[in-house]
C-alpha cells in the first residue's frame, strides 16, 4: 500500500547487534562508562560543545566495546524499550521491509548542496549507520538516558563523522522532493538540523523503539522518507558511484508509508 513518488578513516569491526543479552556484560560496561564519565566532566568542562565531544567519544568507546562481545546485545529484555538521549542508534525503513538503514559516509553530494550524503543502505553491520541522539538544535541539553517525550526536538549526529542529519530548500537529486544531508562540524550546525519526533500512536508519551515513527523537519515541515523507487544506479549515477543501489532520502510533504522508520538497533543509555 505504498504511495507513490511525487515529482515529487577506515570503519572499526562490525558487530553483531543482534546476539540475546546475558552472554557478556558489555551493555553495563557501556552504561556505567556513559554515567561516570559524564558527571565528572560536564563540571569541569566550558562549554556545552565540549560537552557534546566528550559523549560523541564515549557512543565510539562503546562500539568498541560491542566489537569485543561478539553476541553483544544493547537491549534488556526487562526494561522498557525507551529511545534515550546519548544512545547510538540505527533506524530503519519500513516500507521497504525494514531492510535498509539510515546511513551517512565521509563523501558530499555531486549536485544540489554539496554537503555529505545521507542515504539508506541494506548492510544492518555498517557503523556508518549509527546516530547519536541529543537535544534539538538552540534546546535545552537533555540528559543522558533521558527518554525522548513524543513531539520533542532532537538532533540527530552521525558518529563517524560528526555532521548532523540535515534538510533544507535545496531538491533532492532523485526523486526532485527536498534534499537531506549531513552539515555541521563536530555536531553543531543550525536551525536544520533539528526534527521533531512524531509517534504513530497518539496514546505513547516517549519514543518507543520497534514502533514505528516519523521524524518532521523543525524548519520546512517535511518528513524524513525514503523508497525503493528512489534508488541510485549506473544509468543515474554513474559506474563507478560510491552510493550505488543505495536509496536517496528526502524530505515529503506527505505523512505516508514513505516517511515511516522504526529504531531496531542500536547501543542504547539506559537508568
Known amino acids: 500500500h505504498s504511495s ?47 560537552y557534546e ?22 537491549f534488556d529484555d526487562d526494561e522498557e524499550k525507551l529511545v534515550t538521549c546519548g544512545s547510538a542508534i540505527k533506524m530503519t525503513h519500513v516500507d521497504t521491509g525494514g531492510k535498509y538503514y539510515l546511513h551517512s559516509a565521509n563523501a558530499q553530494m555531486g549536485s544540489g ?40 526536538r532532537i538532533r540527530l549526529t552521525h558518529l563517524e563523522t560528526s555532521v548532523n542529519l540535515h534538510s533544507h530548500l535545496v531538491k533532492s537529486p532523485l526523486s526532485n522532493q527536498q534534499e537531506v544531508s549531513g552539515f555541521g562540524s563536530d555536531g553543531e550546525g543550525d536551525s536544520g538540523d533539528s526534527w521533531i519526533v512524531a509517534c504513530t500512536n497518539k496514546n505513547d508519551k516517549y519514543w518507543k523503539r520497534n514502533e514505528k515513527v516519523r521524524l518532521q523537519h523543525g524548519d520546512t515541515s517535511k518528513y524524513l522518507g525514503a523508497s525503493d523507487q528512489a534508488k541510485y544506479t549506473q544509468q543515474n549515477c554513474g559506474s563507478r558511484c560510491p552510493i550505488l543501489n543505495q536509496l536517496e532520502t528526502f524530505g515529503r510533504t506527505h505523512e505516508d508509508n514513505m516517511s515511516l522508520f522504526k529504531v531496531e538497533l542500536g547501543v542504547h543509555l539506559s537508568k
Open 53 to 74: 565531544n566528550i559523549m560523541i567519544s564515549i557512543l565510539r568507546v562503546a562500539v568498541c566495546l560491542l566489537v569485543l562481545c561478539s553476541h553483544a546485545n544493547a
Open 4 to 50: 507513490s513518488l511525487n515529482s515529487t578513516r577506515p570503519p572499526p569491526p562490525s558487530s553483531n547487534f543482534s546476539g540475546r543479552a546475558g552472554h557478556c556484560d558489555c551493555d553495563k560496561r557501556i552504561t556505567t562508562f556513559a554515567r561516570r564519565v559524564a558527571p565528572s566532566t560536564s563540571s569541569i568542562i566550558a562549554s556545552s560543545l565540549q
Open 113 to 152: 548542496s554539496g554537503q555529505q550524503v545521507v542515504t539508506m543502505v541494506e548492510d544492518r553491520s555498517a557503523v556508518g549507520g549509527l546516530w547519536l541522539v541529543r537535544e534539538g538544535h538552540g534546546e535545552p541539553q537533555c540528559k543522558p538516558a533521558e527518554p525522548i517525550p513524543c513531539g520533542r
